[in-house]
């Protein structure tokens, strides 16, 4: 890609991210879901081929995304990882109760590495929030110093931190209530899969959705901070997408 591309979206680009969009709603909820819940009676699929050809789906676009980006990114690759144990799980026909504990276990790890790289050299909020793809962190950095007010943004970063922390500990928890509301049936059954399907279609509504909002408010709440902090307006601050 060349340099004109990489800093003014060309026509072609931007139909690329709505399939992006579109593809991963549809190869890691829609799909799954329709192959779950409609394809699992012996007369179709089956049980366990079922299952392997629902997960098939988000486990094949998540390593397409991991190939194509060239690098391992560590929420791809978590995400990969959850998807193997849920089918392993289902398919050696464990308790249901360990998916549930999965499904919290995940997301409760992120919040707790949310919180325990805030005393290291690399703070996770940066990783997320704060990095050079999305804010001039360079122009920042001299505002900031120019006014001498680094040490109270690096308390607004840690109160970034702890939100984002908040995010992943409340979908832990609505994660393991959902699995449990949901899961009844024993694994290796069509009302097993069933089920599973259910709770991958309302894992968006009910998991996501509050977590997307709760990082969005994170965004709005870091950038009225550096804005008052640098006295840059936010346009003077983002890096051009």
């Known amino acids: 890609m060349t340099e004109t591309n990489s800093t003014t979206p060309s026509p072609q680009q931007k139909p690329r991210k709505k399939e992006g969009l579109l593809g ?14 409609k394809l699992s009676g012996d007369d179709w699929l089956g049980t366990k081929w079922a299952l392997v050809v629902a997960l098939a789906f988000p486990l094949g676009y998540g390593l397409r995304d991991l190939i194509r980006s060239g690098k391992v990114n560590f929420f791809s690759a978590l995400g990969i990882i959850s ?6 799980i289902s398919l050696m026909e464990l308790d249901p109760q360990y998916i549930a504990i999965k499904e919290a276990a995940i997301p409760g790890l992120l919040g707790i590495a949310t919180v325990a790289s805030l005393y290291t050299r690399w703070p996770l909020v940066k990783t997320l929030l704060y990095n050079d793809q999305i804010l001039d962190t360079g122009k920042i950095a001299q505002s900031l110093a120019h006014k ?25 928890v609505l994660n393991y209530i959902l699995a449990k509301i949901i899961l009844q049936s024993p694994p290796g059954t069509a009302a097993f899969n069933e089920e599973l399907g259910k709770m991958t279609a309302l894992s968006y509504p009910v998991i996501a959705l509050p977590a997307t909002i709760i990082l969005m408010l994170v965004l709005f709440f870091l950038f009225s901070r550096i804005g008052k902090l640098t006295g840059l307006k936010l346009e003077e601050v983002m890096v051009p997408q």
Not at 24 to 37: A, C, H, M, Q, Y
Not at 150 to 164: K, P
Request: proline share 2%.
């Open 24 to 37: 991963n709603l549809l190869l890691n909820i829609v799909i799954p879901t329709l192959v779950l819940t």
């Open 83 to 88: 998807i193997l144990l849920t089918g392993g």
């Open 148 to 172: 001498g007010n680094q040490g109270a943004f690096e308390r607004t970063l840690q109160q970034a931190s702890w939100m984002i922390a908040a995010s992943f500990f409340l979908s832990s």
